[in-house]
């Protein structure tokens, strides 16, 4: 009889990165830490490699960029999907907080002015994930009578 033995997940901020992501993380738990805002290390570790690996770096590329400051609305909706791909890549826990730690770390980024400058506004970026992490949020975003215009039955003739 042979069993395969599964290995414990680790937790996301022991997760091998770039010495640069490490120092990015430090500065915003000091930061988040100073203006009383909610933080998971782990849930700060795994949005940032997540982001970086989006952009061919991070933990799963190390010759990629350490980090990417650009945030759009598409990138919260997959950081809040981080779960289903960057955590099975590196065999990490999901973490917990993650709508907070997101809206903490993009709250962090543009009050020092970090946000590159084709990402969309610090306040759209946390309003999405406001949006995309109520209940039904993502279903809700996707719903096509989000994009397509609605008729009154009023105005049919």
Do not use: I, K
């Not at 997940?9 to 120092?23: E, F, G």
């Not at 700060?44 to 690996?53: E, Y």
């Not at 002015?113 to 759209?124: D, F, H, I, K, T």
């Amino acid at each position: 009889m042979t069993t395969s033995a599964t290995l414990p997940l680790r937790r996301a901020h022991a997760v091998p990165v770039p010495s640069a992501q490490l120092t990015h993380r430090r500065d915003v738990v000091r930061w988040a830490l100073a203006h009383g805002q909610q933080l998971s290390r782990d849930a700060l570790a795994a949005v940032v490699d997540h982001h970086a690996a989006l952009a061919g770096g991070g933990s799963l590329c190390p010759d990629g960029p350490a980090l990417d400051l650009c945030w759009t609305v598409d990138d919260v909706a997959a950081a809040l999907d981080l779960g289903d791909t960057w955590c099975d890549a590196v065999g990490a826990q999901p973490p917990v907080s993650l709508a907070a730690t997101l809206t903490t770390y993009l709250r962090y980024l543009g009050s020092n002015g970090l946000l590159a400058p084709e990402s969309a506004r610090p306040r759209a970026l946390r309003e999405a994930v406001t949006n995309l992490a109520a209940p039904g949020g993502r279903e809700r975003a996707r719903h096509p009578s989000a994009v397509a215009p609605v008729q009154s039955l009023h105005d049919r003739h």
